[in-house]
């Protein structure tokens, strides 16, 4: 998996600038910003939703975008896909997708989920209050089976009936994700967020 927009937080004396750190960090990592932000602030349990893209390629593959973009060897039904995916908007339990984690809730809330072809590659951008793990190539996995017509569109969401990891959901490799954006609340609202959060991971 890659990031574009990964958040993270630390406790400093000072803020620092950015080139300060980018100096001695690895060559594929950078901070593009940095702030001071409310002692509440936590970078995971304070986020209100993550945005995530899957991309993939079902045409000639750049080379260049080998490591980001999954390739596929025949043309996908873009559209069966993203009828698919608007299936699954809104609050479910998503255990059919998810990993199994002990003492862990597999409900979430997806806000967006759209399907869109990009010149020579496919975006599926997913939006939600957060993603139990391998939860959203999961569900690239199960479009993917709709897009090569093996599955009609009306069964990825027919898993959410299930009380159990389904086995036969495919898993999409990492490398074609990548996290592009996650958001916060207001500096007096994340004290109260983060406590809920971690309240309902305790579930």
């Excluded at 002692?39 to 995971?44: I, S, V, Y």
């Excluded at 999961?138 to 009936?161: F, H, N, Q, T």
Aim: net charge neutral; proline share 6%; with cysteine.
């Amino acid at each position: 998996m890659h990031a574009t927009g990964q958040v993270a937080h630390a406790d400093l004396p000072v803020v620092p600038e950015p080139w300060r750190l980018n100096g001695v960090l690895p060559p594929d990592v950078r901070v593009t910003a940095a702030q001071a932000v409310a002692g509440e602030f936590d970078a995971r349990f304070s986020a209100l939703w993550r945005r995530y893209v899957y991309r993939i390629c079902d045409g000639v593959m750049n080379p260049l975008r080998r490591r980001y973009v999954l390739s596929r060897p025949r043309s996908l039904d873009v559209e069966a896909m993203a009828r698919a995916a608007a299936k699954l908007l809104g609050e479910h339990d998503f255990v059919a997708f998810c990993r199994y984690r002990e003492g862990a809730t597999s409900v979430r809330h997806i806000d967006a989920f759209e399907v869109t072809r990009e010149g020579d590659e496919i975006a599926c951008t997913v939006q939600a209050d957060a993603f139990c793990h391998s939860m959203v190539r999961s569900l690239v996995g199960a479009l993917l089976s709709v897009g090569e017509g093996g599955r009609d569109e009306a069964w990825p969401a027919s898993l959410l009936e299930r009380t159990d990891r389904a086995g036969e959901v495919g898993v999409a490799p990492p490398h074609g994700l990548t996290l592009v954006a996650v958001g916060y609340p207001p500096d007096d609202e994340l004290a109260e967020r983060a406590i809920q959060t971690r309240r309902l991971r305790r579930r």
